[in-house]
C-alpha cells in the first residue's frame, strides 16, 4: 500500500503560480505511474497531468498544457505539479495518485490516492 500526502495549495492572484508537492510512503514509488487530478465544488473530478515511472514521459490536460509542469523525484519519493499563470478556473482541490496500469487520463485506473490540497485562485 502506498500513502500520499499533498501539500503546497494556498491562495493565489491570477497570474500566480504555486507548487504542488506529493510525499509518498514506502519504497515502492519507483514502481507506479503518477497523476495529478482535481474537483472543483459541484464537478467531477477531472484529470490533469501524469507521469511515467523513469518521468521521461508525461501526459496534460489541454486546459492546462503550457502552463503546468509534473515532475518527479524517485530517490525522494515525491512528485510535483508546478502551476503557472493560474487562472480562476483552475480553483479547485488537487489530488495525487499512482496507477500501476499504463500512464493515462482514467481516474479508474489510479490505486492509491491522496487527501488533496486546496488551490484558490483570485481574480
Known amino acids: 500500500q502506498v500513502q500520499l500526502v499533498e501539500s503546497g495549495g494556498g491562495l493565489v492572484q491570477a497570474g500566480g503560480s504555486l507548487r504542488l508537492s506529493c510525499a509518498a510512503s514506502g519504497r515502492t514509488f519507483n514502481t507506479y505511474n503518477m497523476g495529478w487530478f482535481r474537483q472543483a465544488p459541484g464537478k467531477e473530478r477531472e484529470f490533469v497531468a501524469a507521469?511515467?515511472?523513469?518521468?521521461?514521459?508525461?501526459l496534460y490536460a489541454e486546459s492546462v498544457k503550457g502552463r503546468f509542469t509534473i515532475s518527479r523525484d524517485n530517490a525522494k519519493s515525491t512528485a510535483y505539479l508546478q502551476m503557472n499563470s493560474l487562472k480562476p478556473e483552475d480553483t479547485a482541490a488537487y489530488f495525487c495518485a499512482v496507477s500501476s496500469f499504463s500512464i493515462g487520463d482514467n481516474r479508474a485506473r489510479y490505486d492509491y490516492w491522496g487527501q488533496g490540497t486546496q488551490v484558490t485562485v483570485s481574480s
Open positions: 507521469i511515467t515511472r523513469s518521468g521521461v514521459t508525461t
